[in-house]
Structures are given as C-alpha cells and as structure tokens.
C-alpha cells in the first residue's frame, strides 16, 4: 500500500505562487500515474493535473493550463505542483492521488493541504 504526504500549502496573494509537494512511501513500484485534484467549499472534487511515474505526458485541467505545472522527482519519490499566477478561484484543499497501473480507480489520496488565494 502506497502512503501519500502533502505539504506546501498557505496563504498568497493574487498573482502569486506556490509549490506542492506529495511524498510517496510504501509499495511505490506499481504506480502509474500520480495526479492533483483539488475541492473547493461546496464544491465537487476536481482534477488538477497529473503525470506517470515515469515524469511523461503531463495531463492539466484547462483552467490552469499554462500557470501550474507538475513534475516528479523518482529519487525523492515525490510530486510536485508548482502553481505561478495563483487566482482567488484557486483556493481550495489540493490533495495528491496514485493511479496504480492496470486499475481505473484513483486510490489511495493523501490527507491534503490547504491554498488560499487572497484577492
């Protein structure tokens, strides 16, 4: 079972930047692809972005096409999104999810952190 850490979260203003980080321990040698979803307040759940473990075809959501971008460091076996051009309808709690290859179902999802864009 692959266990999942966020942190990176915080506070910023309008056209500011942060950088989210989601470490993978446990059994990370079957996953395919490592994704970023995010939920704001009286919202559903949406996708962010995602990558394979490998680093190749990075996948964004047309909203933050062009000002977040995600990576992923095999070594540290850790994600990254990086977030430029950060806008108030970006708050929300981010939460980092494993594809494990052959399976259809995000699973597991890491506990979450929280972005607030203050306008």
């Known amino acids: 079972q692959v266990q999942l850490v966020e942190s990176g979260g915080g506070l910023v203003q309008t056209g500011g930047s942060l950088r989210l980080s989601c470490a993978a321990s446990g059994r990370a040698f079957n996953i395919g692809r490592m994704g970023w979803f995010r939920q704001a307040p009286g919202k559903e759940r949406e996708f962010v972005a995602s990558?394979?473990?490998?680093?190749?075809?990075?996948d964004y959501a047309n909203s933050v096409k062009g000002r977040f971008t995600i990576s992923i460091d095999n070594a540290k076996n850790t994600v990254y999104l990086q977030m430029n051009s950060l806008k108030p309808e970006d708050t929300a709690a981010y939460y980092c999810?494993?594809?494990?290859?052959?399976?259809?179902?995000?699973?597991?999802w890491g506990q979450g952190t929280q972005v607030t864009v203050s306008s």
């Open positions: 990558v394979t473990w490998s680093g190749t075809t990075p």
């Open positions: 999810a494993v594809l494990i290859s052959g399976y259809s179902k995000w699973s597991p």
